[in-house]
Each structure stands twice: as C-alpha cells, then as structure tokens.
C-alpha cells in the first residue's frame, strides 16, 4: 500500500500568536511546528503501515526551511520526503495550495492520501477536500478512526455529538483529526537517518496538469483581509426532552437571542 | 571553531525537551516524594529510543553519538536528576563497557534487550571498603571447573534493584606489580536472577530520590565461566574506562540540573513582587541570574566538549577523553551545586518547601560531586595529567 500524507509547517501558537502591523501573522516571531491534525494523520499513516506494511511519503509546499518538518516525518518513521516549494507558488489561498499539491499528487503512486483536518495558521480545512475534488476521488473528513479492508477503508467520521462509520474504495482521501491518535516521538536513530535523507524538491515545472492561471497569489480567489486569534467555539448545551418540547425549547432559545 | 551543533543535535534536542516536559516534569515532585522508580517513564523511554543511543544500530541501537546522548541526559534532569541518572547509569556503566570490552558473542547477548530497554543496565564497583580506593575491593571471584563462583557485595548501585544486567567487579587473584603484591581485579557480567545474587538495604537519600539504589549480595553467586568481561585481570582498566565515559554522563546530568534551576528561577523572580516591583528588577537578583547563566554556559561547553572527545575515541580508538570527562564532572557538579544553592536563595522562603521545585534540585545536585567520581578524585585526574 502505498499512502501520502500532506503536512504543514505552522508557527505554534501554544505561546500566543502575534501579528504584523498590517494584521498578517507575524511568523518570524513564533516557533514552527508540525501541524497537530497533519502530525496525527501521519501517525495514523505510520500505524497503517505497522499494521498492513505501506510505502508513507510525506508532502510539503513551503518555503525552502519547510524541508525541517519533512525531516521530522521521516525521523517520526515516514519513508520518503517531498518538498514543493517555488517562488511563484507564494502567497497561496487554500485553491492554489490544493492546486499545487494534486499537481505534485499527480506523479506519485498511491492507495490513501491523508491530509490533517485543517491547520492551526488557517483554520479553514479547505485543502484536504479539495486535493480530493482535484484528483477526483472520495473524501471522508474528520476521521477518529481509519481502517483498511481490503481494498477499501472504513472511517469513522466524527460529529459533535456522533460520529458516522464510512466505507470508501481507494484510492481516496481523509482528513485526520488531532483527536485521532497519540503521535509518536521521532527517535534518536530516526533523527540521525532523516538529516542524511536526501528530500526531493520540486518546484512548478514538476506540478502535472495544473494552469499557472491556478497557482500562487495570483491563482488565489481570497485575499486575507485581516487575522485575529481564533475564539474558542462553546461547549454547547445539551438536552434532553421529547419531540413537542424540543421544538418548543428551541424557539423559545432562538426568541431569547432575536433570532426569529 | 564552529561552537554551533548539528542540525540532527537540533532536532534530538527538541525531542529530548518535549518528551521531558510531556513525559517526566509532571511525575518529578511525585518521583521525588514516593521515593519510587518511575518505571512507566522508562518504558516510554525504551519505546522512544533513549536507552540505546549511542549503541550501534547492528546490536539493536540508535547509532547516535556520545553527544547526543548527553544532550538527552541533560534534557531529562532539567525536569527530573532521577531521570537523568536512570539513563546515564545504564548506558554508561553497563551498556557501554559491554560494547567495548566485550566478545561479539557477550555484544550479541545483552545489547539487543540493553538498547531496545526490554532489559535495564547497572555497575557494581563500590563496596563499603571501596569506593575511591579500588585496590580495598573485598568481593572475590573463583574459578570453579566452568564457572566463577562470586562472594562479597557492592553497596550504593544505581538502578540496584531495577535491573536486570550488572557489570560487576571482583578480586580474581594476587599479582605481582611493582615488586608489590596488588589484588587483581576483574569485570564479570551478571544477570538478575542467578542463584546466590541478591538485594540488600535501599538506601534512603537526600536526593535523586526515586533512583533504585541498592546493595547487591553475591552468596556462592555461580555465573558462566564465558561471563568475564575484557581479560582476567583486566578490571581495574575497564572500570576506570567506564567511569571516565560515565562521568560525561554525569556531568549532563549535572548541567541539565543547574539549567533547571536557572529556568524555574528566572520565571519565578519574574513574577515574585517585593517593595512593590518583581525581585528580577532588583540589581543584585540580576547579577546573581547573569553569574549563574554564565556559569551553566561554561559547563554547556566543557560537557559537549568532552562528549565529542569521547566521540572522536570511538572513531579512531586513541584519542583520550579523560581529562576532558573529569573536568566537566567538575566543573559541572560544582556549577551545579552552586546554581541551585543559588536558586533556593533567591527562592526565598518558598525555594526552602517542597512546594517549589529548586529545593528538590539542590537535593538532586549535591550528588553529582559525590559519585562516579567525587569532584576531589576528579582534581587527581586533571592535575596527574599535568604534572605526568
């Protein structure tokens, strides 16, 4: 089996994040990190390939220094490392950045790619089911759990409250929760291997099938006005209540807040 | 002269941090409190590697370098000196004189399980009669048909009952050296288990208090003739050898002890208010921080500078390391002592509870001028190297 997992170097914003004058993230100041959802989704990638034996490869667009969270996958147990980095895939929205990753998708072999839920920088987990729509094959987002059965695999998908268990045929591609796993140490050893493995780079000439009309800033339909820390989405309210009065209560809470 | 490291360096310490911060600072005070070996740590330690790393990866290790796993000791006993020697213990006083004075056959039987940490490793030298002094060895070994037939103890032996392989040292014979008679002295390999080896007292001490440190009895102890370690006779070598190596191991501990306390202690005068400002704007608490960084720093270098000796002998097997070892267990112990008395001090009244982590770390400090090598035979070895 032969899977790619798609990662992301992202500033860590454990310690706060802070912001250029002109609202943009300021990310010379902040430490990198391997995206959390990305870093499980390898993981989940490595543990499928304790379990069945599988060919990982891990893909990256970035700057030149994304080639240090390549390495951190490969010391973490991936195989290979690939880096698409070129000054005119700069300034990518979600659209060019799947555009560029299905273009550089395009010429490797594969049964599963894995890509994180969304990444901590952005927060949109738009690129995972994109690269999907490009390549033209089955998405299961936010996967707690993946399994693989034959030539399928078997996802649960979570929900708020549920979560639902989906069966695609592959090739396809899910996108990975943090929650999904514990993510394993890189190891000493594999550290010392992944400095001497050689990471292939590709750039736009290596992207297959992909308009330049498609890629970087100019390929990029949304243009970031401002970013703000994120705010933290509630708990939620659960009740318990029969039909009628479920009903009832909800109109009720959607008076109180002038909703209707 | 490039005083930068290596990218690998880089990332192992990265991981080295994480998994201390993740893994051991949150058991450290419990660690420390119960007096317990914190054995769940050590699995996950096993699991990520850090017990076999500078054990080549053809006997199951990381084939990483001496440096490495310095910096990996240091990381650890920035959060926990217990830790620390855990890992230091095993790798250099067992696992690292079996790989270098041992047959490929000894090499292929007890590294594997050393490295991959299914099995933990610890050293027997001292005796009550014998620490410094290691011509006053008491415990004996006979040759009896295809077995050596071991009598005596070994008192003050980290990772004591923890363990399950022991490189330990016996009195072989008499030899004549110098016109003198002196006890010759041997390095045997012995497996927890053997009939007639046993444990004596725990011992209760000030620091490193979760350590397993124990007293080991050998009764009419029987192991393997094949279980000689190096040559007969050869022991005192192998054991000096293994303590110059396990001093650079010591000496991280020593380091990543007084880096632990400059770092509580920077965050706590940071915020700690007297007459109205935090006590880290007062001059003298400045000074005091800019003496201890400078010292620890200092250390820093003397401990990787020994560390890279050390792996410049592994590569070409000439190259001496033990001055280098010595004075950075010196230098570093002494740093350490006297940061974390420093820490404490600028703790106030909270650096004196338990409450606050610096008092453990003092406690944790003073061993490190005490074993391996006290830091008074640590100035034998520096100025004999002078004065030869």
């Given at each position: 089996?032969?899977?790619?997992?798609?990662?992301?170097?992202v500033?860590?914003?454990?310690?706060?994040?802070?912001?250029?004058?002109?609202?943009?993230?300021?990310?010379?100041?902040?430490?990198?990190?391997?995206?959390?959802?990305?870093?499980?989704?390898?993981?989940a990638?490595?543990?499928?390939?304790?379990?069945?034996?599988?060919?990982?490869?891990?893909?990256?667009?970035?700057?030149?220094?994304?080639?240090?969270?390549?390495?951190?996958?490969?010391?973490?147990?991936?195989?290979?490392?690939?880096?698409?980095?070129?000054?005119?895939?700069?300034?990518?929205?979600?659209w060019?950045?799947s555009?560029?990753?299905?273009?550089?998708?395009?010429?490797?072999?594969?049964?599963?790619?894995?890509?994180?839920?969304q990444?901590?920088?952005?927060?949109?987990?738009?690129?995972?089911?994109?690269?999907?729509?490009?390549?033209?094959?089955?998405?299961?987002?936010?996967?707690?759990?993946?399994?693989?059965?034959?030539?399928?695999?078997?996802?649960?998908?979570?929900?708020?409250?549920?979560?639902?268990?989906?069966?695609?045929?592959?090739?396809c591609?899910?996108?990975?929760?943090?929650?999904?796993?514990?993510?394993?140490?890189?190891t000493?050893?594999?550290?010392?291997?992944?400095?001497?493995?050689?990471?292939?780079?590709?750039?736009?000439?290596?992207?297959?099938?992909?308009?330049?009309?498609?890629?970087?800033?100019?390929?990029?339909?949304?243009?970031?006005?401002?970013?703000?820390?994120?705010?933290?989405?509630?708990?939620?309210?659960?009740?318990?209540l029969?039909?009628a009065?479920?009903?009832d209560?909800?109109?009720?809470?959607?008076?109180?807040?002038?909703v209707? | 002269?490039?005083?930068?490291?290596?990218?690998?360096?880089?990332m192992?310490?990265?991981?080295?941090?994480e998994?201390?911060?993740?893994e051991?600072?949150?058991?450290?005070?419990?660690?420390?409190?119960?007096?317990?070996?914190?054995?769940?740590?050590v699995?996950?330690?096993?699991?990520?590697?850090?017990?076999?790393?500078?054990?080549?990866?053809?006997?199951?290790?990381?084939?990483?370098?001496?440096l490495?796993?310095?910096?990996?000791?240091e990381?650890?006993?920035?959060?926990?000196?217990?830790?620390?020697?855990?890992?230091?213990?095993?790798?250099?006083?067992?696992?690292?004189?079996?790989l270098?004075?041992?047959?490929?056959e000894?090499?292929?039987?007890?590294?594997?399980?050393?490295?991959?940490g299914?099995k933990?490793?610890?050293?027997?030298?001292?005796?009550?009669?014998?620490?410094?002094?290691?011509?006053?060895?008491?415990?004996?070994?006979?040759?009896?048909?295809?077995?050596?037939?071991?009598?005596?103890?070994?008192i003050?032996i980290?990772?004591?009952?923890?363990?399950?392989?022991?490189?330990i040292?016996?009195?072989?014979?008499?030899?004549?050296?110098?016109?003198?008679?002196?006890?010759?002295?041997?390095?045997?390999?012995?497996?927890k288990?053997?009939?007639?080896?046993?444990?004596?007292?725990?011992?209760?001490?000030?620091?490193?208090?979760?350590?397993?440190t124990?007293?080991?009895?050998?009764?009419?102890?029987?192991?393997?003739?094949?279980?000689?370690?190096?040559?007969?006779?050869?022991?005192?070598?192998?054991?000096?050898?293994?303590?110059?190596?396990?001093?650079?191991?010591?000496?991280?501990?020593?380091?990543?002890?007084?880096?632990?306390?400059?770092?509580?202690?920077?965050?706590?005068?940071?915020?700690?208010?007297?007459?109205?400002?935090a006590?880290?704007?007062?001059?003298?608490?400045?000074?005091?921080?800019?003496?201890m960084?400078?010292?620890?720093?200092?250390?820093?270098?003397?401990?990787y500078?020994?560390?890279?000796?050390?792996?410049?002998?592994?590569?070409?097997?000439?190259?001496?390391?033990?001055?280098?070892?010595?004075?950075?267990?010196?230098?570093?112990?002494?740093?350490?002592?006297?940061?974390?008395?420093?820490?404490?001090?600028?703790?106030?009244?909270?650096?004196?509870?338990?409450?606050?982590?610096?008092?453990?770390?003092?406690?944790?400090?003073?061993?490190?001028?005490?074993?391996?090598?006290?830091?008074?035979?640590?100035?034998?070895?520096?100025?004999?190297?002078?004065?030869?």
């Amino acid at each position: 089996m032969k899977i790619v997992v798609c990662i992301k170097q992202v500033p860590d914003t454990k310690g706060g994040v802070k912001f250029n004058p002109d609202g943009t993230l300021d990310r010379a100041a902040m430490m990198t990190i391997m995206n959390p959802d990305d870093k499980a989704g390898l993981e989940a990638a490595l543990r499928l390939k304790d379990q069945y034996g599988a060919e990982v490869t891990v893909i990256t667009m970035g700057l030149p220094k994304a080639e240090d969270v390549l390495r951190e996958a490969i010391a973490m147990g991936a195989d290979k490392g690939i880096l698409v980095t070129d000054r005119v895939l700069g300034g990518a929205d979600t659209w060019a950045t799947s555009q560029t990753l299905a273009g550089a998708i395009r010429n490797l072999e594969y049964d599963l790619i894995i890509t994180g839920r969304q990444a901590i920088d952005g927060d949109t987990a738009q690129v995972g089911p994109q690269i999907s729509e490009h390549l033209n094959i089955p998405v299961i987002s936010y996967a707690q759990d993946i399994k693989i059965e034959g030539d399928s695999v078997i996802v649960e998908r979570q929900y708020d409250d549920r979560y639902h268990v989906l069966k695609a045929k592959m090739p396809c591609l899910v996108t990975a929760l943090a929650e999904l796993n514990e993510p394993r140490y890189m190891t000493p050893g594999g550290i010392f291997d992944a400095c001497k493995a050689e990471i292939t780079v590709w750039g736009r000439a290596n992207l297959v099938d992909v308009e330049d009309s498609n890629l970087g800033l100019k390929g990029s339909p949304t243009q970031i006005a401002k970013a703000s820390d994120k705010v933290r989405k509630g708990a939620g309210e659960k009740v318990t209540l029969d039909t009628a009065e479920s009903v009832d209560y909800i109109i009720g809470k959607l008076k109180e807040k002038h909703v209707i | 002269m490039d005083f930068t490291l290596k990218k690998e360096h880089e990332m192992a310490r990265t991981l080295f941090r994480e998994f201390a911060e993740k893994e051991v600072k949150p058991l450290a005070i419990e660690v420390d409190e119960t007096e317990e070996f914190p054995r769940a740590t050590v699995e996950k330690m096993a699991k990520a590697g850090f017990m076999g790393i500078p054990i080549p990866k053809e006997y199951g290790g990381q084939g990483c370098d001496i440096l490495t796993y310095a910096i990996c000791v240091e990381e650890l006993s920035k959060v926990c000196g217990t830790t620390g020697v855990i890992v230091s213990a095993h790798t250099s006083l067992c696992c690292d004189p079996i790989l270098t004075f041992g047959t490929e056959e000894q090499k292929q039987k007890y590294l594997p399980d050393l490295a991959s940490g299914k099995k933990i490793g610890a050293f027997g030298l001292t005796e009550p009669g014998a620490g410094t002094d290691a011509q006053g060895q008491q415990t004996k070994a006979v040759l009896d048909g295809d077995e050596w037939v071991i009598n005596g103890s070994k008192i003050f032996i980290t990772n004591g009952k923890e363990a399950d392989v022991y490189v330990i040292f016996a009195v072989t014979g008499m030899v004549e050296k110098r016109g003198k008679m002196i006890k010759e002295i041997s390095a045997f390999i012995v497996e927890k288990g053997t009939p007639g080896f046993t444990f004596g007292t725990k011992e209760k001490k000030m620091g490193i208090r979760g350590s397993s440190t124990y007293e080991l009895i050998f009764t009419d102890c029987r192991i393997p003739k094949e279980n000689m370690l190096g040559q007969q006779g050869k022991g005192f070598g192998i054991a000096m050898h293994t303590l110059d190596g396990g001093r650079i191991g010591i000496a991280a501990q020593a380091l990543g002890i007084g880096e632990g306390a400059l770092e509580r202690t920077i965050e706590y005068v940071k915020e700690r208010k007297q007459f109205g400002r935090a006590i880290g704007a007062f001059q003298n608490t400045q000074f005091q921080l800019a003496d201890m960084a400078t010292k620890a720093q200092a250390a820093q270098f003397m401990v990787y500078k020994a560390a890279c000796t050390k792996d410049q002998y592994t590569k070409d097997h000439k190259t001496s390391y033990n001055v280098e070892a010595a004075m950075a267990k010196l230098y570093a112990a002494e740093m350490a002592m006297e940061v974390t008395t420093k820490a404490v001090q600028l703790h106030g009244g909270y650096g004196y509870t338990r409450e606050y982590e610096v008092e453990r770390m003092m406690r944790d400090a003073k061993i490190t001028e005490i074993y391996e090598g006290t830091s008074e035979v640590q100035r034998m070895v520096i100025s004999a190297a002078l004065l030869k």
